[in-house]
């Protein structure tokens, strides 16, 4: 683990496209706001952020990559990843996601990450597609199961897997969740 102190920094890069529309989510839900930002951070700009970094001596203990947003839709994170790794060997990435998108998953978790944090609500069909419009759970925990297999067919043992259950008044599914963990 790097040694935190008060200077020490956590990088947050925040996605401002998803594919789906959560319905408590500013992406597409209940405020109103439409999931029109389709932005996606080139490599470029985000190496000239890490070389910036790097030149101004900040020190960076950590990387979050999504919120509000799905990161993996960019074809570019395990560069990414894998650039800010090199620079910074010592700190921790973590990325959050739906997981109903899922390319290249060998690149991915060779990049140098260390906790995929997962978002699912509901573990049938009817109930997840309540709050994670336009997701599919079979997708998600077929794509689960694949990123978990890797990790064990590789030994990628310090990647770990942060499955967050949201938890709300039409959910009954705790225990199958559970089966997961
Ligand atoms: S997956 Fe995340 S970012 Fe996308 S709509 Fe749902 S809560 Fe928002």
Redesign the pocket.
């Known amino acids: 683990m790097p040694q935190v102190d008060r200077d020490s920094l956590v990088l947050y890069v925040d996605v401002s496209h998803?594919n789906?529309?959560?319905a408590m989510?500013p992406?597409?839900?209940l405020s109103g706001l439409r999931n029109t930002g389709r932005g996606l951070m080139s490599f470029e700009l985000f190496q000239r952020i890490i070389d910036k970094s790097i030149e101004e001596k900040a020190k960076i203990v950590g990387l979050i990559v999504g919120n509000?947003?799905?990161p993996l839709l960019n074809v570019d994170l395990p560069k990414m990843i894998g650039y800010f790794k090199s620079k910074y060997p010592q700190s921790r990435v973590m990325v959050t996601s739906?997981l109903n998108h899922l390319e290249n998953p060998e690149e991915l978790l060779e990049s140098g990450l260390n906790t995929f944090r997962i978002?699912i609500s509901g573990m049938t069909q009817n109930i997840y597609s309540r709050n994670?419009r336009g997701g599919n759970i079979e997708r998600v925990l077929a794509n689960l199961l694949t990123l978990v297999e890797i990790r064990n067919r590789k030994n990628l043992k310090v990647i770990r897997f942060d499955l967050h259950f949201l938890e709300y008044l039409y959910e009954h599914h705790l225990k199958e969740f559970h089966h997961y963990l």
Do not use: I, K, T
Request: aromatic letters at 8%; glycine letters at 22%.
């Open positions: 998803c789906l529309r959560c989510c992406r597409g839900g509000w947003g799905e739906n978002s994670h």
